[in-house]
């Protein structure tokens, strides 16, 4: 795959506007750039159709980037009988962990503990419900090595695994699949769609859509554009209304807080906590390979014209609280260091009752032609946008290839042997795969851009200028927020805009676009 397609970048960006404006017909419109438009992106391109995707602010800006970033083997869903879901689920998550995203998901342990607020009979439903989660890794054939068979562990095995949880608190240890870091499985689906040819188009709004195109302005000129398409897509999440006036949904938004993973005695696995004794709901506290442990999720309803996308500090008490009730510690809001959230939208149904759009994701056709798909997880984006592009080439006609995303690598996978063997810090293997190297080389005439970023921060300046030159970052925010994360933490944020607007400005970097 050559460096030249598979590089997004601001230069490829103004050039792809301009092609646009002289031919401006393409066969599929994707509209919004999260996990779930760019899987759209990757399976038409894949396919061999000509694809134009935009984006009103930066890719992977909104929910796609607010995950607890778990890839869920479908587990929660055998609880409500739902084994389709949960098929599903387990089947992505086996193309994800042993083919597309070798580099960026890899086996979680998780650890149940056994706290003594939980009934014997549903400690019995738990362990049978993990149980039952190795039945779907068998019947989907996922590698028993990667994810191993649930057992139960004594309390000395538990306190090595988790080394601040309550003293002699067994468990049962089982295995899920951890997502180094969400938004770089964005960033990996767009170059990856780009490499075949797709035109994505951050900072670049749809004013309205039709079945047959849009009209499109282009936030950084103001320019505007009517694009038409053989079919439009509509993947805008909870904004889908926006452009849909058919499309009704309300909205719940999901909170996270970290806290130095040093506090909780840099722990090798996750912890899966029960929020009361129904077992509905649950709180993960999962590490992350930049020395943050971060515990989430709540769920909370919002009002039709609410937004807000920061946790309250009730949310955060709630996190807290969850999260202290198994920990032979206990941690306070002053060592929370940061938070973030996303939103997620809910339908109903004829008489009113919640529909669990994590769950189930639909391919509706509006009033205006247009196709919108919404819901699911981020564990089944690929299906979510085989589904939307299955139906759009049904809709209008057009010829295509069958689907074949399951077997199309990502950029920066290859298989497990060959990452292992690649020369370069495991954290930045972890992020950018076989282009680990390439992040390094970049040091090698400006040994600046290998020191760190921030103190206490593992991200080097080598990564800023990565994500300029081929990861389409085109602001401060982009690289402190998204590409690298470093600005998740408080006290580093506004150092690492500094360092990030010297980036964007530096002739060195600007002439490499």
């Known amino acids: 795959m050559s460096l030249q397609w598979s590089s997004l970048n601001a230069r490829r960006r103004a050039r792809e506007l301009d092609a646009l404006a002289s031919n401006s017909v393409v066969d599929v419109l994707v509209v919004g750039g999260g996990i779930t438009g760019m899987g759209v992106a990757l399976d038409a391109a894949s396919r061999g159709l000509s694809v134009v995707l935009v ?3 930066d890719i992977g800006g909104g929910a796609s980037s607010t995950s607890t970033d778990i890839i869920h083997g479908g587990v929660r869903y055998l609880q409500n009988r739902d084994v389709l879901a949960a098929v599903e689920s387990a089947l992505e998550r086996g193309y994800l962990l042993q083919h597309t995203a070798t580099h960026l998901v890899r086996s979680l342990p998780v650890l149940l503990p056994d706290l003594g607020e939980l009934p014997p009979k549903r400690r019995w439903l738990a362990r049978a419900g993990l149980q039952a989660g190795e039945a779907l890794r068998f019947g ?7 994810l191993p068979a649930p057992r139960r562990i004594s309390g000395a095995e538990a306190a090595l695994l988790f080394p601040t949880l309550t003293a002699d608190c067994g468990g049962v240890l089982s295995f899920d699949a951890q997502l180094e870091d969400d938004h770089r499985l964005v960033v ?21 859509v039709a079945g047959d195109g849009a009209q499109v302005r282009d936030e950084l000129t103001g320019s505007e554009l009517r694009i038409t398409a053989a079919s439009v897509i509509n993947a805008t999440g909870v904004w889908s209304d926006q452009l849909e006036p058919g499309v009704r949904y309300t909205k719940r938004r999901g909170s996270h807080i970290m806290v130095r993973s040093a506090l909780l005695g840099e722990p090798r696995s996750a912890l899966l906590i029960p929020v009361d004794s129904s077992l509905k709901d649950f709180v993960f506290v999962v590490g992350h390979s930049d020395g943050t442990t971060h515990i989430g999720a709540t769920d909370i309803p919002l009002s039709d014209d609410d937004a807000a996308t920061e946790p309250t500090a009730q949310e955060v008490s709630d996190l807290l609280s969850v999260a202290n009730k198994a920990l032979g510690i206990t941690i306070t809001t002053d060592e929370v260091i940061g938070s973030y959230s996303g939103l997620r939208p809910v339908g109903h149904d004829a008489d009113g009752n919640e529909i669990d759009m994590s769950r189930k994701h639909l391919v509706t056709v509006g009033d205006t032609g247009a196709i919108t798909v919404v819901g699911g997880k981020l564990t089944t984006y690929r299906k979510m946008a085989e589904d939307a592009v299955d139906r759009a080439i049904e809709l209008s006609g057009i010829w295509a290839a069958d689907c074949s995303t399951r077997e199309v690598r990502l950029i920066g996978a290859a298989p497990r042997a060959q990452l292992n063997a690649i020369d370069a810090p495991r954290r930045l293997i972890d992020r950018y795969g076989v282009e680990a190297t390439d992040v390094l080389a970049l040091g090698t005439d400006e040994p600046r851009l290998l020191e760190p970023i921030a103190e206490g921060s593992p991200v080097i300046g080598a990564e800023f200028a990565f994500a300029v030159q081929r990861e389409l970052a085109m602001s401060p925010e982009d690289l402190v927020d998204r590409r690298t994360r470093i600005g998740r933490v408080t006290s580093q944020r506004d150092g690492a805009l500094d360092a990030a607007q010297q980036f964007c400005g530096d002739p060195l970097i600007g002439d490499l676009r």
């Not at 989907?140 to 990667?146: I, M, Q």
């Open 140 to 146: 989907v054939r996922t590698d028993k090595s990667l």
């Open 188 to 208: 990996a689906v767009a170059r990856t769609a780009g490499s075949l040819g797709a035109k994505i188009l951050p900072r670049v709004s749809a004013k309205w």
């Open 55 to 57: 984006e009103r602010g």
